[in-house]
């Protein structure tokens, strides 16, 4: 039976039934449903809106249904529709009237707009767990690459040489901010929205404010109409979740390339790989694969959620039942794909001699030999000319730039002299970046020193 069945002289299509029943998804609301009506009730109690025998009694059958539906002892019913009325339905089942009284000054609308919240809440914490064993992993790795020399790239061209330590510290600090993404969402969504009624309120002497605070809440919204109608802490969790799987993608992207025997600068774990049918020598990076797919899918929520809402006059729209299965998924998605990526990472061989060779034969102390030549008092321009003539040369010849003579570095310039050999050697140039941020020895073992005080 419906609980809005008074208005109606005809009984819902059983398809329309199927169609608006959103209980296939919002079940999983359960737990954050009954602890705002239990919540609720004792507000209702408490203000002597209902009679505190009733509220006691609500609060009681309300933690009872909640154990049944952890046993799995309660089956949820379509006509029902949602998660709200079949709890709800539930309780009248067991207490009769008094149960009825449980939706005295709510509605729905602010009753959903609790459960999300509540929810996002939780999953924000789970999310920042995986953030932070991630993050710990990462510094982990780049304590124990300090000395690993690579190549740097910019257009994935060999630019200059880097530390295996300060390229994980460049993650380390988007994942960082992730993290600080994520906070920030919740710290503007911590607010009590229970209370505001369908739109406008309600006529009962309620205290909304000791809502909040058996509910955890810093506070309660400021607009009722608002407070129903807001979907910006989910748009703003899509969004955070969105910007951190772009960070695994483009990690992944990476990760998916040095496995390559083109690269050969790391390998994958087995128990992190797949083979082929077919090609009985393939190692296949797939879970970097998927996470990289996965990032599409979570963009697809962003872009559904923002797709919903963009038409919506105020307040309630039957449209916004649409914002849960989105959230839920990206939620999902990226605490699984956080932790695949944080296993798949700490269990990686790091092939440090491939790293140094490539950082080696690809001109990339090219700028620091140019550098060398400001020193001696050349026009940079004019010293980005000498060496783009010599790194030519050395292509033409098949060498390295460390492997010229004295004599052919003087057919460039007679301001080079013997110095210049430890001036372009790959260590010295990472050794030599002096700007604070940098890639040199000392910088990355400063920035490792305040990761661990963050951590």
């Known amino acids: 039976m419906k609980l809005w069945k008074g208005r109606f002289s005809k009984e819902a299509n059983s398809s329309a039934d199927e169609f608006n029943a959103s209980i296939g998804f919002d079940q999983r609301l359960y737990k954050q449903d009954i602890t705002g009506s239990i919540a609720h009730a004792r507000m209702l109690g408490r203000q002597g809106i209902i009679s505190k025998e009733d509220s006691d009694l609500i609060v009681k059958t309300l933690g009872e249904i909640l154990e049944d539906i952890e046993a799995g002892k309660v089956e949820f019913s379509i006509e029902a529709e949602d998660i709200h009325m079949n709890i709800e339905t539930i309780l009248t089942q067991r207490i009769g009237d008094v149960g009825k009284r449980l939706h005295t000054a709510r509605s729905r609308n602010d009753q959903v707009a609790v459960d999300f919240r509540l929810y996002l ?12 064993k991630l993050l710990h992993t990462l510094a982990d790795l780049a304590e124990k690459n300090q000395d690993t020399v690579m190549p740097g790239y910019t257009h994935l061209q060999r630019a200059q040489p880097v530390t295996l330590a300060y390229h994980l510290l460049a993650y380390y600090q988007m994942f960082k901010r992730d993290k600080s993404r994520f906070s920030d969402c919740l710290d503007r969504m911590d607010l009590c929205p229970l209370g505001s009624g369908a739109l406008a309120g309600t006529t009962y002497e309620t205290d909304r404010q000791f809502l909040a605070d058996e509910l955890g809440f810093k506070g309660v919204t400021a607009n009722a109409m608002d407070s129903v109608a807001d979907r910006d802490f989910a748009l703003e969790f899509l969004s955070a979740c969105s910007i951190t799987m772009m960070h695994l993608s483009r990690f992944c992207e990476e990760l998916i390339n040095w496995s390559s025997v083109e690269f050969g600068f790391i390998e994958i774990d087995d128990s992190f790989s797949t083979g082929s049918s077919i090609m009985p020598q393939k190692k296949n990076p797939d879970m970097a694969e998927l996470i990289r797919g996965k990032t599409g899918r979570v963009y697809g929520d962003m872009t559904a959620l923002f797709t919903i809402t963009k038409g919506l006059p105020l307040a309630y729209n039957k449209d916004l039942q649409e914002d849960k299965p989105p959230v839920f998924d990206a939620g999902d998605t990226v605490k699984d794909s956080i932790n695949i990526f944080t ?35 050349i026009p940079f321009r004019d010293c980005h000319e000498i060496i783009g003539k010599i790194v030519l040369y050395c292509i033409g010849k098949g060498i390295a730039i460390e492997d010229l003579t004295m004599e052919e570095f003087k057919g460039f310039s007679d301001k080079f002299d013997e110095d210049i050999y430890d001036a372009i050697a790959i260590r010295n140039c990472i050794k030599a970046k002096k700007s604070e941020g940098s890639t040199s020895f000392e910088s990355v073992k400063k920035q490792l020193e305040q990761v661990k005080k963050e951590l």
């Open 121 to 132: 809440k939780d999953d924000i914490a789970e999310i920042g767990e995986c953030l932070d």
């Open 343 to 377: 296993e798949m990472i700490s269990t990686m061989d790091v092939r440090k001699e491939n790293m140094e060779h490539a950082a080696k034969y690809g001109y990339m102390n090219a700028t620091d030999a140019a550098d060398y030549l400001v020193q001696k008092g």
